[in-house]
């Protein structure tokens, strides 16, 4: 079965320190992959998606990027980090196919806490 | 007009109660259609796909009407244990990129109450 994981859990970092979000999919070959960021009290913002190795496009500008140096693995950063950029970061990927009508899945979630 | 919408609630109910909620959206090509579940400070659950003809997962009833493009979601029986927030999911299909982009609602806040 496929399962996603992401980390770490939490993390609470000082403004302008540099962040790295890592996510990984197992059980299934290219996935589509999301990340998605919800802020306190708002809905589900998404930052990048990905369709394959080194393939990212971006939904929002920002100081935050996104990379997939391997099939399964997803990374979200930022070099400096800003105090707007607290919230919490998912990870998403795809169930492909008419069957599952492109349901989404998504990891544990990453609480981020810019002080 | 965005391009999903959901009344935020919160809708507070006594246990054994039913209750309703409603998702819009604003793009008529939209594919496919789903309900999350989420729970405080946890990530989004799949609870259920909608159907163009409706479907029912016990006491869960979806129901799809595209001509006004919006989506429903009926809990019958409500239970302490439901109390989160619900997000409507709309799928729109392929882009360019040949990704789907799923676009949530911000969701529906239920407070189930002895």
């Known amino acids: 079965s496929q399962t996603i994981h992401q980390w770490p859990a939490t993390l609470v970092q000082p403004v302008g320190s540099p962040l790295s979000l890592e996510c990984t999919v197992e059980?299934?070959?290219?996935?589509?992959l999301y990340w998605y960021r919800q802020a306190a009290g708002r809905g589900l913002q998404l930052l990048f998606y990905s369709v394959g190795i080194g393939q990212i496009s971006s939904e929002v500008p920002q100081n935050l990027s996104a990379s997939r140096p391997q099939d399964r693995q997803f990374i979200l950063s930022s070099k400096k980090l800003l105090l707007s950029d607290s919230g919490f970061y998912l990870c998403a990927w795809r169930r492909g196919g008419l069957q599952y009508r492109n349901t989404i899945y998504f990891g544990e979630g990453s609480w981020l806490t810019v002080v | 007009r965005k391009e999903v919408e959901q009344d935020p609630g919160p809708f507070n109910v006594p246990e054994g109660a039913t209750v309703a909620f409603n998702c819009t959206y604003s793009n008529s090509a939209s594919q496919s259609f789903f309900w999350y579940r989420q729970d405080c400070r946890k990530e989004p659950k799949l609870l259920m796909s909608?159907?163009?003809s409706g479907n029912e997962d016990g006491r869960f009833t979806a129901q799809l009407n595209r001509a006004s493009q919006y989506i429903s979601l009926l809990i019958r029986d409500s239970k302490l244990s439901d109390s989160a927030t619900y997000l409507c999911v709309v799928n729109l299909g392929r882009r360019s990129g040949g990704s789907y982009i799923p676009t949530f609602g911000r969701g529906t806040s239920l407070i189930v109450h002895p």
């Open positions: 909608v159907y163009s």
């Open positions: 059980g299934t070959s290219n996935p589509n």
